[in-house]
């Protein structure tokens, strides 16, 4: 048997401290070997040989880049393109554990919806007291110009990309809702495509629910959400991307492609007739649906942003007239907020009348005087964020962080408490990766992918897992040198 | 249905893998001159510079032509625009522009042309391994071609992408022929020396004409037939008729499919027709270079009017 670096406890060494500390690793236990999910699995890994192995990792990577899977890393110019590392270790989910994670983000993503159709027409929710004004009024992520509108078919968060990170057997832990423009889900599809091609042999050992359809689905999940009074015979959808610059331009044109709808940029796109059209070689075609993987400042230069040369002027205007879906509709960052993220349990609670299924990470926000000064004298053990921040950027990361880096988070956050909040470091849970020597456990976190019509809501079986390369981080984000993994749910 | 930036996406993403192509023929071309010529290479150079159309870039940064200086102005030189580096990155900024139009073949044929390119020139090439890095570039855009004919579906994404071809080659040739028209003119061939059958045999050469031309003309080779071969012969395929052929048959294609005969049809007819009703000798008489100088603009005005009438920009 050959020797495998992993195990239930982990030393693991970081910023000059050593931590003893301990893991749960979803695929091994201590004492037991293999858990139930990977047991099929290991016994295959275990009669491997470890050199085709990592042939595979390179064939792989040359797959990745040939079909031209890269992103672009904001501010390395010479690093223009770069591939998300990919291991060929795959993340199994056992089928009880996912249908209580289905459950959770159900839950989650219409207690979300009803809360942002609330926060922009009667505001119950404040007259109720549930959640302080200033969280709304005072937040740049609120967005005025929704007030009173009904997006068609009453769809917000048409594409959601919850956040999930494990500590334990049954702890799950929502980290962020990502209910703007997540990305990933091209990831997700092509792990898999890559993995049924590498291992044809595991898939027909076991059964892996597929995610393949997600394209169909997402098509027909727009469609459904189309306003009524198109003059097209069948929806027209559309995916609104920033340009070839954008960082995750191949998942744009990726998507388009799989849906079968065309992939526009706002120099495309005019107000034609009171309603948002494409210019095309025979000229211009109505569209009933925009996927818009821009942000919202970016959406319309009328209403957000005047200096911005990007966007469709008048387009809010047509969506405020009921003739077009914008997915995800413009407003919805509020509920990405990671201040109103500590309030999400309450909101579940008021809309659903049910107790959240998943747990929320226990944070503090720094608006508040109490959890300011907890949170300045325990920097060294707490993860801080920008409450906008997204992709990593912009927090801290304080057992891995150096006292310099920590003196000069603090002066940042004490100059302008209210952007931040603040929370534990988590356990996160360990899947092994493939490394030089073997299995080795890195940390690992999860975003599956939810589609909301007007009528339900669709969880693709799975999800992005993305990890930490390096031994001992936590930080799993594609642009802080995280990798990612084919994830597999088990079928019953 | 398909968005006009995607048009004219795919026209200069074709025109751009051509012009890749074309630059490296004719550099092998001028290469094999020079190296087959003992006098004076650095005229041989210069005119294959002149011939691209890059001397003005070229001298504002060398002082001398000579192999390395051409070579790597040529392949590989970030600030020539035309190079054949900066070239293919504007064809894969294209392929990723119109992603969703292509076939997976076509677009991961560009990708790997690019990816494979970029790695024989990140490094200054010397004669030493200059053929192979030609060989490449003519290797990997004729897969790209490969994947087109043999994977994409018959619509106006292909007649997008084969009218990008046949503008720039059509165009490609018309100047190559005119930068050396005068070795063609009958004064000239009097002459009879040397220097002018190398200079002839450069033209064919840098359309890869050199063995076709052969085949069909024996041993026997006159200015004239030249001319005429790559101005009016339909057989060959970069003469002036038959990339007018082509780009006639796109526009009908398109005609038939948008239903609509647009403005710019008539102008490729009137082309089209003027070169029917030539000879070659006509073409002599009227003037080598007036022809061939009319003719770069006409095309250049049909590029336009295509891109105007199927709104690449707007």
């Known amino acids: 048997m050959r020797q495998v670096a992993c195990g239930a406890t982990v030393g693991w060494k970081t910023g000059g401290m050593t931590h003893a500390a301990t893991f749960f690793d979803e695929m091994l236990s201590g004492a037991e070997g293999a858990r139930d999910p990977y047991k099929v699995y290991y016994d295959w890994f275990e009669n491997e040989d470890l050199k085709r192995l990592r042939r595979k990792s390179v064939d792989a990577e040359t797959f990745f880049r040939k079909i031209g899977i890269t992103f672009n890393v904001y501010g390395q110019e010479e690093a223009d393109e770069r591939l998300i590392p990919f291991d060929i270790v795959p993340r199994i989910i056992a089928a009880r554990e996912w249908a209580k994670l289905e459950r959770g983000i159900e839950q989650r993503v219409r207690a979300i919806n009803a809360f942002l159709y609330d926060i922009y027409h009667g505001q119950e929710i404040l007259r109720a007291g549930r959640i302080p004004r200033t969280l709304i009024s005072g937040n740049e992520a609120f967005c005025p110009e929704m007030i009173g509108v009904n997006p068609p078919g009453g769809v917000y968060t048409h594409i959601c990309g919850v956040d999930l990170v494990r500590t334990g057997e049954d702890d799950f832990y929502v980290l962020e809702d990502n209910v703007r423009t997540p990305s990933g889900v091209s990831y997700m599809l092509e792990n898999r495509e890559t993995m049924l091609q590498m291992f044809p042999e595991l898939f027909t050992q076991l059964k892996v629910r597929p995610v393949s359809s997600y394209p169909q689905t997402l098509r027909r999940s727009l469609s459904a959400s189309a306003p009524g009074s198109s003059p097209n015979a069948a929806p027209v959808i559309a995916v609104l991307t920033p340009g070839i610059h954008n960082s995750a331009y191949f998942e744009h044109a990726f998507l388009a492609d799989q849906m079968g709808a065309e992939l526009v940029e706002s120099h495309d796109l005019q107000i034609v007739d009171g309603r948002v059209a494409m210019r095309t070689t025979q000229g211009y075609q109505t569209i009933d649906v925009l996927y818009r993987r821009v942000d919202d400042d970016y959406l319309d230069p009328l209403t957000f942003n005047p200096d911005s040369l990007l966007g469709v002027p008048g387009i809010m205007d047509v969506y405020r007239a009921g003739n077009i879906t914008i997915a995800n509709a413009p407003g919805t960052g509020i509920a990405d907020d990671k201040a109103l993220y500590s309030y999400l349990p309450d909101i579940i609670e008021f809309y659903t009348g049910e107790q959240a299924i998943l747990k929320n990470v226990p944070t503090w926000r720094c608006s508040e005087p109490d959890a300011l000064s907890y949170v300045l004298s325990n920097l060294k053990d707490l993860v801080v964020k920008e409450v906008h921040g997204s992709g990593g950027y912009g927090m801290l990361v304080g057992p891995a962080a150096s006292k310099k880096e920590i003196a000069a988070f603090e002066a940042k956050l004490r100059a302008k408490p209210a952007n931040y909040i603040a929370q534990p470091t988590l356990s996160l849970s360990t899947v092994p990766i493939l490394s030089k020597s073997g299995l080795a456990p890195r940390h690992v976190d999860l975003r599956p992918f939810v589609l909301v019509s007007p009528n339900k809501v669709e969880i693709t079986p799975g999800g992005l897992t993305r990890v930490a390369l390096k031994k001992g981080s936590l930080v799993v984000n594609s642009s802080q040198g995280g990798g990612t993994k084919d994830t597999w749910v088990l079928g019953d | ?314």
């Open chain 2, 1 to 314: 249905m398909m968005l006009g930036k995607t048009a004219g996406g795919l026209f200069w993403m074709f025109r751009y893998l051509e012009r890749a192509e074309n630059t490296a023929r004719l550099l092998e071309a001028g290469w094999r001159i020079a190296l087959t010529r003992s006098s004076n290479s650095e005229s041989e150079w210069k005119s294959i510079v002149t011939t691209a159309g890059m001397n003005i870039g070229f001298e504002a940064k060398h002082d001398t032509y000579n192999a390395a200086n051409v070579i790597n102005y040529l392949l590989r030189d970030k600030e020539n625009p035309s190079s054949v580096m900066e070239t293919l990155n504007q064809a894969r900024a294209n392929a990723r522009l119109v992603r969703t139009a292509l076939s997976s073949e076509v677009w991961e044929a560009t990708n790997e042309c690019w990816m494979a390119i970029k790695d024989e020139l990140a490094r200054p090439v010397s004669e030493r391994n200059l053929h192979d890095v030609l060989a490449a570039i003519r290797y990997r855009t004729s897969v790209v071609r490969g994947a087109l004919h043999g994977t994409m579906l018959r619509n106006d994404i292909f007649s997008f992408s084969q009218l990008g071809t046949f503008i720039e080659r059509a165009d490609n040739t018309a100047r190559i022929l005119d930068v050396k028209y005068y070795v063609l003119l009958p004064s000239a061939a009097y002459v009879g020396s040397n220097v002018d059958n190398a200079q002839w045999e450069v033209i064919l050469r840098s359309v890869s004409a050199e063995l076709s031309f052969r085949w069909l003309h024996g041993g026997t080779v006159s200015p004239m037939m030249i001319a005429d071969f790559l101005i009016l012969d339909r057989r060959m395929p970069r003469s002036l008729a038959f990339c007018y052929q082509e780009i006639d048959e796109c526009l009908k294609q398109l005609q038939e499919e948008y239903g609509t005969r647009q403005p710019c049809r008539d102008k490729a007819d009137a082309i089209c027709a003027r070169m029917r009703g030539h000879s070659i000798e006509g073409i002599f008489q009227e003037g080598l270079h007036e022809f061939l100088g009319e003719f770069i603009k006409s095309t250049t005005g049909l590029a336009s009017a295509i891109e105007e009438n199927f709104r690449y920009y707007g």
